[in-house]
């Protein structure tokens, strides 16, 4: 399949670039687990620019045009895999 081909590549190259380029892997046992964890990453939280910077596997949040709770945001992150990956999310 001609287009499962480019989105295979697309992916592989994200992952690399974005895992694989940054941390040490010393065995096939911790390659899966850094796979398993980028995937989870890609999939519900990464953002996506063809999905207007939504991830895959996540509702949309609505827009926030009022200044007042734009300043008022407080914004988490989670590290993974030791900190190579970053998750942010609004604290509830």
């Known amino acids: 399949m001609p287009r499962m081909n480019s989105i295979m590549e697309r992916w592989v190259q994200s992952c690399r670039r974005e895992l694989l380029d940054r941390c040490l892997l010393w065995n096939e046992h911790h390659l899966r687990h850094a796979l398993r964890e980028y995937e989870r990453f890609y999939n ?49």
């Open 44 to 92: 519900q939280h990464r953002a996506h620019q063809a999905l207007d910077q939504a991830a895959p596997l996540r509702v949309v949040p609505d827009l926030i045009k009022d200044p007042g709770r734009i300043t008022a945001l407080d914004i988490r992150r989670r590290d993974r895999l030791g900190g190579v990956l970053h998750e942010y999310s609004h604290a509830a």
